[in-house]
């Protein structure tokens, strides 16, 4: 199998054709992957399928037919509306299909004249980056299809292709990958260990005695509604609150402390299961929320670069991401676009600095870590 793709990758093979023509290939190809990945960024955090139903305005459902969903021209062509209701089409759908086009053109023209077969894996390796992005920046998570879903695909494609990692044999290529899945998911995992010991807890200052209300969904502060899924991440964690008064349907409490998990609530020494309180209004000065450094999405995002890059491009990827995620959080920070305990996806910068590794990090790398 593996003497199989080194033909059809075969550089002398490919050379046949002029190189620009395969560039082209490569551009309108990656456009159409682009169209794909649209729905699956639209789709997937909402746990929709990405096949069924077709392609279809989100407004009226339209059926887009095929002559009305070419990547790029179709937007252009249309001004970014729906042929059939005339409602918006956000500008994200050009991006993403634009963006990837140039994405497989990058590794087309920086790879394949001395390895096609790289241009194509990198290809595949950045449309889950671009995919992982795009959902990270607006919902805060990134799916397993992309992460569990990539680390298998990094693993299988080295037993097919071991020169991924510059094995020279299938087995070498596989464990290649292991190694590269374990020490990337595994940095990051210490790292949010690490950080969940040390910035584990956020102390929250609230103006003179405030009313806090806690419903079925979400944690209501006076100028902010928290969802209760970007609060508690495991079992453990809790939020305190030294309560002045705690009022429910039934009964009230006055001077306790109030513990709130996902799976018990503690008023003073009373226990209650939080599943039968479908609301609560406490007045404090003050409320302590758990807080995470990172996510366990961010985990297996990782183990799926290192399934790709191996666990040099892993290390990289989390020193970079480091930097590059400090310099833009500053930034927004002085341009007051965020405050400093607000949180951010993370995932952007870990494919960033994917991205960077695979057009040339590696060699940067090799320089420092000979």
């Given at each position: 199998?593996?003497?199989?793709?080194?033909?059809?990758?075969?550089?002398?093979?490919?050379?046949?054709?002029?190189?620009?023509?395969?560039?082209?290939?490569?551009?309108?190809?990656?456009?159409?992957?682009?169209?794909?990945?649209?729905?699956?960024?639209?789709?997937?955090?909402?746990?929709?399928?990405?096949?069924?139903?077709?392609?279809?305005?989100?407004?009226?459902?339209?059926?887009?037919?095929?002559?009305?969903?070419?990547?790029?021209?179709?937007?252009?062509?249309?001004?970014?509306?729906?042929?059939?209701?005339?409602?918006?089409?956000?500008?994200?759908?050009?991006?993403?299909?634009?963006?990837?086009?140039?994405?497989?053109?990058?590794?087309?023209?920086?790879?394949?004249?001395?390895?096609?077969?790289?241009?194509?894996?990198?290809?595949?390796?950045?449309?889950?980056?671009?995919?992982?992005?795009?959902?990270?920046?607006?919902h805060f998570i990134i799916p397993d299809e992309i992460t569990l879903g990539g680390a298998g695909a990094g693993f299988v494609i080295s037993f097919f292709l071991p020169q991924l990692h510059g094995a020279g044999s299938v087995?070498?290529?596989?464990?290649?990958?292991?190694?590269?899945?374990?020490?990337?998911?595994?940095?990051?995992?210490?790292?949010?260990?690490?950080?969940?010991?040390?910035?584990?807890?956020?102390?929250?200052?609230?103006?003179?005695?405030?009313?806090?209300?806690?419903?079925?969904?979400?944690?209501?502060?006076?100028?902010?509604?928290?969802?209760?899924?970007?609060?508690?991440?495991?079992?453990?964690?809790?939020?305190?609150?030294?309560?002045?008064?705690?009022?429910?349907?039934?009964?009230?409490?006055?001077?306790?402390?109030?513990?709130?998990?996902?799976?018990?609530?503690?008023?003073?020494?009373?226990?209650?299961?939080?599943?039968?309180?479908?609301?609560?209004?406490?007045?404090?000065?003050?409320?302590?929320?758990?807080?995470?450094?990172?996510?366990?999405?961010?985990?297996?995002?990782?183990?799926?670069?290192?399934?790709?890059?191996?666990?040099?491009?892993?290390?990289?990827?989390?020193?970079?991401?480091?930097?590059?995620?400090?310099?833009?959080?500053?930034?927004?920070?002085?341009?007051?676009?965020?405050?400093?305990?607000?949180?951010?996806?993370?995932?952007?910068?870990?494919?960033?600095?994917?991205?960077?590794?695979?057009?040339?990090?590696?060699?940067?790398?090799?320089?420092?870590?000979?």
């Amino acid at each position: 199998m593996s003497l199989m793709f080194d033909n059809i990758f075969n550089p002398h093979n490919w050379e046949v054709v002029p190189f620009h023509f395969w560039s082209l290939v490569f551009f309108a190809f990656g456009c159409i992957v682009g169209s794909f990945l649209n729905v699956c960024i639209y789709r997937m955090p909402l746990e929709l399928s990405v096949i069924s139903p077709p392609s279809h305005c989100p407004h009226c459902k339209y059926a887009i037919p095929f002559y009305l969903n070419i990547p790029l021209v179709t937007w252009l062509a249309l001004r970014g509306r729906c042929k059939n209701c005339g409602a918006p089409i956000s500008p994200r759908y050009f991006a993403v299909e634009l963006l990837t086009g140039l994405a497989f053109l990058a590794c087309w023209l920086t790879h394949g004249h001395h390895a096609p077969w790289l241009a194509a894996v990198y290809s595949l390796f950045l449309a889950g980056l671009i995919v992982a992005t795009f959902i990270d920046f607006e919902h805060f998570i990134i799916p397993d299809e992309i992460t569990l879903g990539g680390a298998g695909a990094g693993f299988v494609i080295s037993f097919f292709l071991p020169q991924l990692h510059g094995a020279g044999s299938v087995g070498e290529g596989m464990v290649r990958s292991l190694i590269g899945i374990a020490v990337g998911a595994g940095i990051v995992y210490a790292v949010l260990r690490l950080g969940k010991l040390l910035f584990g807890r956020q102390k929250m200052k609230l103006s003179g005695e405030t009313k806090i209300v806690f419903t079925e969904a979400a944690l209501c502060l006076p100028e902010m509604e928290i969802p209760y899924e970007e609060i508690f991440y495991r079992k453990s964690d809790t939020i305190v609150v030294q309560a002045r008064t705690v009022e429910l349907i039934d009964r009230g409490y006055r001077d306790v402390k109030v513990r709130l998990s996902p799976s018990r609530l503690k008023i003073g020494d009373e226990e209650i299961n939080p599943e039968t309180v479908p609301h609560m209004d406490v007045v404090c000065s003050e409320i302590v929320l758990p807080r995470e450094a990172m996510g366990l999405g961010d985990v297996k995002f990782m183990a799926a670069i290192g399934a790709f890059i191996g666990w040099q491009g892993a290390v990289f990827s989390l020193m970079a991401s480091s930097l590059i995620g400090s310099v833009v959080g500053v930034v927004l920070i002085l341009l007051r676009k965020r405050e400093w305990s607000s949180r951010m996806p993370y995932g952007p910068y870990i494919a960033l600095a994917a991205v960077i590794w695979i057009f040339g990090g590696n060699k940067l790398f090799a320089l420092l870590f000979p």
